[in-house]
């Protein structure tokens, strides 16, 4: 059983940055690999980005091309986030999730942390 916490969400003007943490404890990191979505208010989640156990692949949804980047520490057991550039419609609780292989899709992956919410403000 893999257990998953998300960590750095908070309240940023647009044009600001915010790195997420993810850190996983209770199975072998090195071995899933890892996903982000989110969820806006009224809204169903969303695939944000997603890296595989080796991080030889990487996959990001269109509207976070080019301004957010996942990447992983297998030494920390932990993925991260990193989001610039954000926006008002970025706005939303971003979740981390697990999965044995790459993945876009929610219902393919097994582990889901709790979620941190990110405000950004126009």
């Known amino acids: 059983q893999v257990q998953l916490v998300e960590s750095g969400g908070g309240l940023v003007q647009a044009g600001g940055s915010l790195r997420l943490s993810c850190e996983a404890s209770?199975?072998?990191?090195?071995?899933?690999?890892m996903g982000w979505f989110r969820q806006a208010p009224g809204k169903e989640r969303e695939f944000v980005a997603a890296?595989?156990?080796?991080?030889?692949?990487?996959s990001y949804a269109d509207p976070v091309k080019g301004r957010f980047t996942i990447s992983r520490d297998n030494a920390k057991n932990t993925v991260y986030l990193q989001m610039n550039s954000l926006k008002p419609e970025d706005t939303a609780v971003y979740y981390c999730?697990?999965?044995?292989?790459?993945?876009?899709?929610?219902?393919?992956?097994?582990?889901w942390g709790q979620g941190t919410q990110v405000t950004v403000s126009s």
């Open positions: 890296i595989s156990w080796s991080t030889g692949l990487i």
């Open positions: 209770g199975g072998t990191f090195s071995r899933y690999a």
């Open positions: 999730a697990a999965n044995r292989i790459i993945a876009t899709l929610e219902r393919e992956y097994d582990y």
